[in-house]
């Protein structure tokens, strides 16, 4: 038997059966009237935008990256917790600007913008994270021609990465931002042109564990900010010091010690060099802020066995779990928590794969996990699903569409 990945704490059964938002998953089928089905659990996003708050020094704003989940009733819902929102698309424009986001609280980082994205942005009032010199003197040209004064930030590409964290985005020769050392004349070059300069954004990583790590580097993110702001000769407004956050997934991964990153962030920005004593401060997350809260469910649809090896075959798949499935980014392939929802406080029974319903070997969502015994008609949870599942996996592969997605 392969292990499985951590269940988020605090999921329980009635009658059975998983609960989510305080019903078994069975009401929200029957409501949803299909499988495969999202659940998003609203008081699980509550709590830990409060705990986020409680462990944070109260300076420091707090944004939501809408790429991890763009589902329009979790952003309304968003809308409400958090301080501000990032988006990496034109696309996602038009998704914030349909919940009714304030788009004066909206930044927009991401590598090749085109030029009717910036000036969406620009008309919009959104802050643009600048990803390179010649980004900057398009937006600039667009302002000019719309008379508009572009309200603008530099992404820097920093010259230090997170340590330990599942995707880097920063050291070195990058895509993203602009390098560290050019950044000061670019900004002296923003501020002539009569754009509102808004400030740095410094990501280094993302789907960190290590909380030593992640303070060490939203320390060096400071030591950068101060150092650059220094050598541009501008105040400094803003400073998003980027994510970074993870989520445990796999078998021995550990939360987050949110108490220390918060003491030690808490301790820098208590003693920060002159040159930062007036700038605002925020983070961006997103699935430390929403994954643990989806459950994505899929009805058992043949139970077979093979060479002695069991598997549960479901209607859902790789194409609204690639993440899930090992086929995201990851070399070595372990199992995301999963379990059988409709016998939730069951004992362990056998060893079965659950995969999904796609012509491929790489559909796996459980590979030789322990499950108490499944048949046909049952329903299989995989968590974790709050983030980069439906927003992030193929949901036209061989013509299946998507998954149906539920606040709850
Ligand atoms: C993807 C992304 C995020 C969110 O990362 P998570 O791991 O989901 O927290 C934040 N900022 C930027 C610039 C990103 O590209």
Not at 67 to 74: D, H, Q, S, V, Y
Request: proline share 6%.
């Amino acid at each position: 038997m392969k292990p499985l990945g951590p269940i988020p704490a605090g999921f329980t059964a009635i009658d059975g059966v998983l609960a989510v938002g305080g019903k078994p998953v069975t009401t929200w089928v029957e409501q949803a009237g299909d499988t495969p089905l999202f659940l998003y659990e609203a008081e699980r996003v509550r709590a830990r935008v409060a705990d986020l708050r409680a462990a944070m020094p109260g300076r420091l704003a707090l944004h939501y990256a809408v790429k991890a989940n763009p589902f329009m009733p979790l952003l309304s819902l968003m809308d409400g917790l958090v301080d501000g929102f990032d988006i990496a698309s034109g696309g996602e424009l038009e998704i914030v600007r349909g919940a009714g986001i304030d788009l004066s609280r909206v930044s927009f980082a991401g590598p090749g913008k085109r030029d009717r994205e910036l000036e969406a942005a620009i008309r919009a009032g959104v802050t643009l994270n600048l990803e390179s010199e010649a980004e900057a003197r398009r937006a600039i040209a667009i302002g000019d021609e719309l008379s508009l004064t572009p309200r603008l930030a530099l992404r820097v590409n920093p010259d230090f990465d997170l340590k330990g964290s599942g995707m880097k985005m920063g050291g070195g020769a990058k895509p993203f931002g602009i390098d560290a050392e050019r950044v000061p004349e670019l900004v002296r070059h923003i501020v002539a042109s009569g754009a509102e300069w808004r400030g740095f954004h410094i990501f280094a990583g993302s789907q960190a564990l290590d909380a030593e790590a992640i303070a060490e580097t939203q320390g060096q993110a400071l030591d950068l900010a101060a150092r650059l702001a220094l050598q541009s000769g501008a105040p400094l407004p803003h400073c998003n010091l980027g994510g970074g956050l993870g989520i445990p997934y796999f078998p021995g991964d550990k939360p987050v010690d949110l108490t220390l990153v918060g003491e030690r962030l808490a301790a820098r920005l208590e003693n920060l060099p002159d040159v930062l004593q007036e700038t605002a401060f925020c983070i961006e997350l997103g699935r430390y802020l929403v994954g643990e809260s989806g459950v994505y469910l899929a009805r058992v649809i043949d139970r077979k066995e093979s060479h002695g090896e069991v598997f549960l075959i479901t209607d859902g798949g790789l194409h609204h779990q690639l993440a899930a499935s090992g086929n995201f980014g990851t070399v070595v392939r372990r199992n995301y928590p999963s379990a059988i929802a409709t016998r939730f406080d069951a004992p362990v029974e056998e060893e079965a794969s659950i995969v999904g319903c796609l012509c491929t070997p790489l559909d796996k969502l459980a590979d030789k996990g322990g499950f108490p015994r499944a048949e046909a008609g049952d329903l299989i949870a995989v968590f974790c699903a709050g983030a980069y599942g439906a927003s992030a996996s193929p949901a036209n592969f061989l013509a299946q569409g998507p998954a149906v997605e539920m606040l709850v």
